[in-house]
T-cell receptor
Framework: GQQVMQIPQYQHVQEGEDFTTYCNSSTTLSNIQWYKQRPGGHPVFLIQLVKSGEVKKQKRLTFQFGEAKKNSSLHITATQTTDVGTYFCAVSAGSARQLTFGSGTQLTVLP | GAGVSQSPSNKVTEKGKDVELRCDPISGHTALYWYRQRLGQGLEFLIYFQGNSAPDKSGLPSDRFSAERTGESVSTLTIQRTQQEDSAVYLC??????????????FGPGTRLTVL
């Protein structure tokens, strides 16, 4: 099946610092989605990227899809305590009918 | 409107017993997914239903696991002869599969299964 690596696994930052998580695949992807899971909660959809080199922004969050469509990043500017949670990428390739989730990056924001 | 609902929210069972988990997707969503999430881990795909097509069962870890879906509504995930390693949160998600790309998945709150 589709393999996807997400790094780092854990990240601790001081409130106000920036944060980036990366999602990497060895194969070309059809699309990539990002989800956030708060502690004790369930994953919530953030965004979907489908075009090569695509960049989308949501307030302090910036999502990017690589030119080769094999990697993606999520960048948070000036983190806040409300950003705490685990961020997952989810990918599909070719005619695959289901998404493969990365292992997630657990973000801790220290006040 | 109502989101994805799952029941029960918590289930404690003894090793060797069968359990049945239920998922009610969002009305109109043709796609339904089951995932398993062990403590502190990522989401492990189990099974995918899309309309009346044959389900994608490629993620089921063993023949003790099975799932059914009635049309485009309720789904049940059954685990027979439960083992301690089955302890996890079982998440259900649904989406409206309207294009060639995947639409966002809406997750239910999950069922936390504990096998003693």
């Amino acid at each position: 099946g589709q393999q996807v690596m997400q790094i780092p696994q854990y990240q601790h930052v001081q409130e106000g610092e920036d944060f980036t998580t990366y999602c990497n695949s060895s194969t070309t992807l059809s699309n990539i989605q990002w989800y956030k899971q708060r502690p004790g909660g369930h994953p919530v959809f953030l965004i979907q990227l489908v075009k090569s080199g695509e960049v989308k922004k949501q307030k302090r969050l910036t999502f990017q899809f690589g030119e080769a469509k094999k990697n993606s990043s999520l960048h948070i500017t000036a983190t806040q305590t409300t950003d705490v949670g685990t961020y997952f990428c989810a990918v599909s390739a070719g005619s695959a009918r289901q998404l493969t989730f990365g292992s997630g990056t657990q973000l801790t924001v220290l006040p | 409107g109502a989101g994805v609902s799952q029941s029960p929210s918590n289930k404690v069972t003894e090793k060797g017993k069968d359990v049945e988990l239920r998922c009610d997707p969002i009305s109109g969503h043709t796609a339904l997914y089951w995932y398993r999430q062990r403590l502190g881990q990522g989401l492990e795909f189990l099974i995918y239903f899309q309309g009346n097509s044959a389900p994608d069962k490629s993620g089921l870890p063993s023949d003790r696991f099975s799932a059914e879906r009635t049309g485009e509504s309720v789904s049940t995930l059954t685990i027979q002869r439960t083992q301690q390693e089955d302890s996890a949160v079982y998440l259900c998600a649904s989406s409206f599969r309207g294009t060639s790309y995947y639409n966002e998945q809406f997750f239910g709150p999950g069922t936390r299964l504990t096998v003693l």
